[in-house]
């Protein structure tokens, strides 16, 4: 059994992981999740009586779980609590970045437009699936520096916003 400490929204949780049998047990917190290989870094679950497919992808240290289209980025806890992804960005609360490196299928949002926390702001298609990234601040767009169909990275920012207090 693997048990780490990890951050998720700015907030450690403690995560273990064990594998019975070709089911992998995952615990967070108080909730057990097991998930049966459905494919390369795919798996099934049942969340709520519901069949979902999840899937697993690392990239410079931090951990992308897709569950149904819902992404969420997991990183091992540094130091002064949540450092940030590739280039430190992810203290930028101003910026969106691709979560990993792909292509933009759709920026939902216009320059100007205002926007709040959570709000879905772009879409990234990468490892064959489409992760939707949203804003971690409301603010109001004053910057968007890609295109559908561009090709992006993590390290440049796709939008960028002019924060509210």
Same mark, same amino acid.
């Given at each position: 059994?693997?048990?780490?400490?990890?951050?998720?929204?700015g907030?450690?949780?403690?995560?273990?992981?064990?594998?019975?049998?070709?089911?992998?047990?995952?615990?967070?917190?108080?909730?057990?999740?097991?998930?049966?290989?459905?494919?390369?870094?795919?798996?099934?679950?049942?969340?709520?009586g519901?069949?979902?497919?999840?899937?697993?992808?690392e990239?410079?240290?931090?951990?992308?779980? $897709?569950? $149904?289209?819902?992404?969420?980025?997991?990183?091992?806890?540094?130091?002064?609590?949540?450092?940030?992804?590739?280039?430190?960005?992810?203290?930028?609360?101003?910026?969106?970045?691709?979560?990993?490196?792909?292509?933009i299928?759709?920026?939902?949002?216009?320059?100007?437009?205002?926007?709040?926390?959570?709000?879905?702001?772009?879409?990234?298609?990468?490892?064959k699936m489409?992760?939707?990234?949203?804003?971690?601040?409301?603010?109001?767009?004053?910057?968007i520096?890609?295109t559908?169909g $561009?090709?992006v990275?993590?390290?440049?920012?796709?939008?960028?916003?002019?924060?509210?207090?």
């Open positions: 059994m693997a048990n780490r400490a990890l951050v998720f929204e907030e450690t949780v403690d995560v273990s992981c064990e594998r019975e049998g070709e089911v992998l047990v995952i615990t967070v917190g108080e909730t057990r999740f097991e998930l049966t290989p459905a494919g390369d870094s795919l798996f099934s679950t049942n969340v709520n519901s069949r979902c497919l999840v899937g697993v992808a990239h410079k240290g931090t951990y992308f779980i $897709d569950i $149904d289209s819902v992404l969420l980025e997991v990183k091992e806890p540094s130091e002064d609590g949540f450092a940030g992804g590739a280039g430190g960005q992810l203290g930028e609360k101003d910026k969106i970045y691709a979560p990993m490196p792909g292509k299928v759709k920026i939902m949002v216009s320059l100007g437009d205002k926007v709040v926390e959570k709000q879905p702001m772009v879409i990234v298609e990468a490892m489409e992760n939707q990234v949203n804003s971690r601040a409301k603010g109001k767009v004053k910057a520096h890609f559908a $561009d090709q990275d993590t390290e440049s920012p796709i939008i960028e916003l002019e924060l509210e207090e």
